[in-house]
């Protein structure tokens, strides 16, 4: 027994070519590790522009090109041989890696599992040469027409590894991919002109200006990538750029933290960690922030060999480098803090609020409030503090009121220490439910119903691409609305707050009165679709309020921090103060 392997067969050293294919199984995994690994080698080849085309999810062609370094014709057979490299000489040079290969072992790995071929020249040759690697059998190097710089294409990816083949995920998956992964290698180097195509259709390019916004947008799409905020750090020896989401922007997986080290994009859950610590009590149990940054350090203190895809990395001072990645994204969190924390002031064109007002903006919470206790309820009108000493700021919190009733179907009566207070019912409503609706979305708190019969929305063209602009926001204000065949949409779930109302007409009201060039910041998009609809979804003039709905509407207004206003600014109330009543019916002076 104890030659049981013998039986199988005696000890060999494997062929190079399987030997390539079982390294090729750590490192091509899928089209998009091909497609990383010729970046990467363009990148190394100092390209200034770099372009990526595939078919059929990259399974029938993939060709990268570059106007890099390029390779000369004798060396070409060495590029695609196993562990060739240039760009590592000695065992010390493993230390202090400066390009993103080194390993020598990608072209062959690839070549093991499709047909590839390499066309490329250098700066001071006037043809250029070309080599193909069938499965593994590579050719001589031939003569061949060739701008500066190298071009691989690799047909048929794993034909030869049916399982591999097997393995592989929906095209537009694979596809996606390929695209998340040039993307970020695109912000990573935004000198560098970048250009993706999948099966003849442009799905990004770059100007190679420098500007990583630009990459933004396609990676993150415009909404969301205006909740990103640049980010500029640096300490002792390490450097940190990239952006970071506001507390508006969040997802429910780590996928979208981004890390790239020194030029390479590293999946290192301990880094991960980190950003996520430094978001810390800041978003809800189960979100995560979406994150971009390019930390760079020196060489010598980052350990890339760690494993052959290259994706992790050891850091000679790990915690310093934490740390410091914590410091850098809590400075861009403190700095820009104020734009998820609402601030209807600036919203609704009311700019001139004192600042403390500004600071317990929707702290919704009933403070204490006090109140002369009236000595003999016939004189409670006219304990009143002087208007002198409390100045009535517009949007002072209200005192507790005493229902009287309704007027007209339309304004509500009420009593307070300081007089007469009227009402309208529709306006007070729709800043009960913004409030509510608001507060409840920046506690994480926002409860949406789910609708037993999910009604259909069937959109004109134009509507339904406002519905695709507004679908993150409305998502975000509790509204659960998906596809449902061409310009249709249904509405799955709603804010629990609106469960009165039609669900059609909350988001008819963020259809109908859309305005294209009013989405600033996602916070405030969110924001102004909020207002709409609780305008859309309050109790309307005319209408008959029980008892119950009454009372319950003037005490929720008790508790906004802002309850003189609708969220448009119009006034809900007119406040006949004590003071005035008395000197309308000439009573001021000593009686
Ligand atoms: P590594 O990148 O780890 O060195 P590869 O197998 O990816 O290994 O590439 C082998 C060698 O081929 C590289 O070291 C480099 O000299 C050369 N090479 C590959 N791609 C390019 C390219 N796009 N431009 C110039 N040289 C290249
Ligand atoms: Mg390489």
């Known amino acids: 027994m104890a030659a049981g392997y013998n039986l199988i067969m005696p000890i060999h050293i ?5 030997a390539s294919q079982i390294a090729a199984g750590e490192v091509i995994e899928r089209p998009a590790s091909v497609v990383k690994e010729l970046i990467e080698n363009a990148i190394d080849a100092k390209a200034k522009t770099i372009s990526v085309e595939m078919r059929n999810a990259g399974k029938d062609l993939i060709i990268v090109e570059d106007d890099g370094v390029g390779i000369s014709p004798e060396e070409l057979t060495l590029a695609i041989a196993r562990n060739a490299t240039s760009k590592l000489n000695s065992a010390e040079d493993l230390f202090n890696i400066k390009t993103l290969g080194f390993r020598g072992e990608a072209l062959a790995s690839i070549a093991s599992v499709a047909r590839v071929s390499v066309k490329s020249r250098t700066a001071d040759q006037l043809a250029g040469a ?15 027409a060739s701008p500066r710089g ?18 592989l995920r929906a095209d537009i998956t694979e596809n996606r991919q390929v695209t998340g992964l040039v993307t ?15 099966d003849d259709k442009l799905i990004f390019q770059t100007t190679g200006r420098g500007d990583r916004r630009e990459v933004l947008q396609v990676l993150f799409g415009s909404q969301d990538a205006r909740s990103l905020m640049p980010l500029t750090f640096h300490e002792q020896d390490i450097s940190i750029e990239g952006f970071v989401s506001d507390l508006s922007l969040t997802r429910s997986n780590r996928r979208d933290i981004t890390i790239f080290v020194n030029g390479r994009w590293v999946q290192d859950p301990a880094l991960t960690a980190s950003v996520i610590k430094a978001y810390n009590t800041l978003l809800m149990v189960g979100r995560y922030p979406v994150v971009v940054l390019f930390i760079s350090l020196p060489t010598e203190q980052v350990d890339v060999n760690v494993h052959p895809s290259k ?3 050891r850091f000679r001072n790990s915690d310093q480098v934490f740390s410091t990645l914590q410091r850098a994204i809590k400075r861009g969190l403190l700095a820009y803090t104020p734009i998820p924390e609402l601030n209807p002031a600036s919203l609704w064109g009311m700019r001139d609020l004192p600042r403390q007002f500004e600071q317990e903006t929707f702290k919704i919470e009933a403070q204490p409030i006090e109140i002369q206790k009236p000595k003999d309820s016939g004189l409670s009108l006219l304990t009143v503090p002087d208007q002198q000493t409390q100045p009535a700021l517009p949007h002072q919190r209200l005192p507790l009121l005493r229902l009287v009733g309704q007027v007209a179907l339309t304004y509500l009566i009420a009593e307070g220490p300081d007089g007469l207070y009227l009402i309208d019912q529709h306006a007070a409503h729709e800043r009960v439910l913004y409030d509510q609706l608001v507060s409840e979305l920046h506690a994480n708190t926002l409860s949406s119903q789910k609708l037993l019969t999910s009604p259909t929305l069937e959109l004109s063209q134009e509507k339904a691409g406002v519905m695709e602009l507004n679908l993150t926001a409305l998502h975000k204000i509790g509204f659960e609305i998906e596809p449902f065949g061409p310009n249709t949409y249904r509405i799955l779930a709603i804010p629990e707050i609106f469960t009165k109302g039609d669900p059609k007409e909350a988001v008819n009201a963020v259809l109908n009165e859309f305005e294209e060039d009013e989405t600033p910041l996602q916070a405030e998009l969110e924001h102004r679709l909020a207002a709409r609809i609780c305008k859309r979804m309050a109790v309307k003039g005319g209408q008959a309020l029980s008892d119950a709905e009454q009372r319950e509407l003037l005490s929720r207004l008790e508790i906004s921090p802002s309850p003189r206003t609708c969220p448009h600014g119009r006034p809900t109330m007119i406040h006949l103060s004590a003071a005035l009543l008395e000197r309308q019916f000439g009573r001021t002076g000593p009686i």
């Open 14 to 18: 494997l062929p190079d070519q399987i």
């Open 184 to 198: 970020r290698y695109a912000m990573a180097y935004p000198d560098i002109r970048w250009k993706l195509k999948q």
């Open 130 to 144: 070309q080599i193909t690697s069938d499965g593994g059998v590579v050719s001589k190097p031939q003569p061949q």
């Open 311 to 313: 994706a992790e990395v």
């Open 150 to 167: 190298t071009q691989v294409s690799v047909e048929n990816l794993f034909f030869n590894v049916p399982a591999r083949l097997k393995f």
